[in-house]
């Protein structure tokens, strides 16, 4: 796979996973809004957007060039 494809590929990544976090910060927050909401259904939410907010930054990460110190 060349620079070029292994970019587009990240770029497509980072894209899906910015929309699934997106997802999951609007299903939390309207749990917490209802009230009547499963505190660990809660707990793993938020635990997979970190996750995903991890993945993300770790994908953007890898499209900067390095940069000689």
Same mark, same amino acid.
Do not use: C, F, N, Y
């Given at each position: ?7 587009? =590929?990240? *770029?497509?990544? /980072?894209?899906? @996973? ?5 997802? $999951?910060?609007?299903? %939390?927050? &309207? !749990?917490?809004?209802?009230?009547? =909401?499963? *505190?660990?259904? /809660?707990?793993? @939410? ?5 996750? $995903?907010?991890?993945? %993300?930054? &770790? !994908? ?10």
């Amino acid at each position: 796979m060349s620079d070029a494809q292994q970019s587009q =590929h990240i *770029e497509r990544r /980072l894209v899906e @996973l910015d929309v699934e976090h997106r997802d $999951l910060d609007a299903v %939390i927050e &309207l !749990l917490v809004l209802d009230g009547h =909401h499963d *505190e660990l259904q /809660l707990r793993r @939410l938020k635990k997979r957007k970190l996750q $995903l907010k991890d993945h %993300i930054t &770790l !994908l953007k990460m890898q499209l900067v060039p390095d940069v000689p110190a």
